[in-house]
């Protein structure tokens, strides 16, 4: 968005005008060293959504092996991977292109797809960190509702589907307004390495 005045910006539309009547409309982003015809938008520009577009970074193949971030992430710092918190069969992890801000998964160490291939430990914690993430972003965010939930499978929306994980999104009244809805735009407030330490903490103590 642009700082500056609008009277200014109207100026400039008419700075360098062929003759003394021909006055131009107000001259947005496009006008001003953008490209394209000009149509009274103003956008926000993501660039950094691209890589998300074109898939980078996502496993070639199920093995955890195979460039599998999850498998990745537990050998970085909790900084660079951006994890929340740390058990014994299961970690938090921020959510990298999340849809709120505070968006975590819960996810288990070992690379399974699907839920019934969770061993006793695995699901006991990932329903213990579940509570714990609930716990933190109501503290932390002050959360009104979430959502909770698994997409199993490619056909069911699973983004890496070879490696299970839990989502956990918070919500708040009016969060989902016409950015979204008619834009496609989700405006995120806070950096994730912010969120990251806001949400490790207010994470429960075990």
Not at 31 to 40: E, H, I, L, T, W
Not at 76 to 97: C, H, I, K, P, T
Not at 104 to 115: K, N, S, T, W
Request: net charge negative; with cysteine; hydrophobic share 40%.
């Amino acid at each position: 968005m642009s700082a500056e005045p609008e009277e200014s910006v109207v100026q400039q539309g008419r700075e360098g005008a062929s003759g003394a009547g021909d006055e131009r409309g107000p001259r947005l982003e496009e006008q001003r060293g953008g490209a394209g015809a000009p149509d009274n938008f103003q956008r926000l520009w993501t660039p950094h959504r691209m890589a998300y577009i074109k898939g980078e970074n996502k496993p070639t193949g199920a093995g955890s092996g195979d460039g599998c971030p999850f498998c990745e992430i537990p050998g970085m710092s909790d900084e660079d991977g951006l994890v929340v918190a740390r058990g014994g069969s299961v970690f938090a992890v921020l959510n990298l292109y999340p849809y709120n801000s505070g968006h975590l998964m819960v996810v288990p160490y070992r690379h399974v797809a699907d839920y019934t291939d969770l061993d006793e430990a695995e699901y006991l914690e990932l329903a213990v960190f579940t509570q714990r993430a609930l716990a933190a972003l109501r503290k932390a965010s002050g959360a009104q509702g979430f959502n909770v939930g698994m997409n199993l499978g490619l056909v069911a929306g699973a983004g890496i589907a070879a490696h299970l994980h839990q989502h956990v999104v918070p919500r708040w009244g009016g969060d989902t307004n016409f950015m979204p809805v008619v834009g496609h735009t989700k405006v995120l407030p806070q950096l994730l390495r912010d969120t990251r330490q806001l949400l490790a903490d207010a994470w429960p103590a075990s």
